[in-house]
DNA sequence: TCGAATATCACATTATAGTGTGAAATTGCG
DNA sequence: CGCAATTTCACACTATAATGTGATATTCGA
């Protein structure tokens, strides 16, 4: 999964919720900066960072084995 | 997934895979300095690099809906 | 058991992720 | 339309991830 993506993901994840995003920085314990670059992906995160939204959005990072198909 | 579970799982993978540390890291393109940290959960990688890891052992970085029971 | 391969570790340096500030766009609601 | 909330952005600064080197441990097969 590209760093992009990861951030589209957690926009979405973000938008469903409701949630603005100097709030989920806020929840998060990240400055809205980095939660900016992360969504539009001009960032490269630190599995902590990631693993701080996931935690707030319900969403759980996994290193999965890649089936041959995706 | 904590920063010191994505090592332990790294380490299982390359070690059923039956490749050294300086072999991954390269084939990888980072360092054999990061990879034991990251193996030793005394780092916090960044994305881009654990996917550089993840690519070679053919796993792939996952951002999941987390279900309540795990 | 001895030696080579591999892994662990310390330390200094470089590259870059993350923060803080403040300002400009954009969105959306009254 | 206006106005407030929200998002996008630039910039300087700080914190820390990643590298390079070299040395010490540990593992393991000949």
């Given at each position: 999964?590209?760093?992009?993506?990861?951030?589209?993901?957690?926009?979405e994840r973000r938008d469903t919720l409701g949630i603005t995003?100097?709030?989920?920085?806020?929840?998060?314990?990240?400055s809205v900066n980095t939660l900016?670059?992360?969504?539009?992906?001009?960032a490269n995160p630190t599995l902590k960072v990631v693993?701080?939204?996931a935690r707030v959005l319900g969403l759980e990072l996994r290193l999965a084995t890649?089936?041959?198909g995706e």
């Open positions: 999964m590209l760093v992009s993506e990861i951030g589209e993901q957690i926009k995003q100097p709030d989920l920085a806020e929840m998060a314990g990240i900016y670059k992360i969504e539009t992906g001009q693993n701080k939204i890649k089936k041959p």
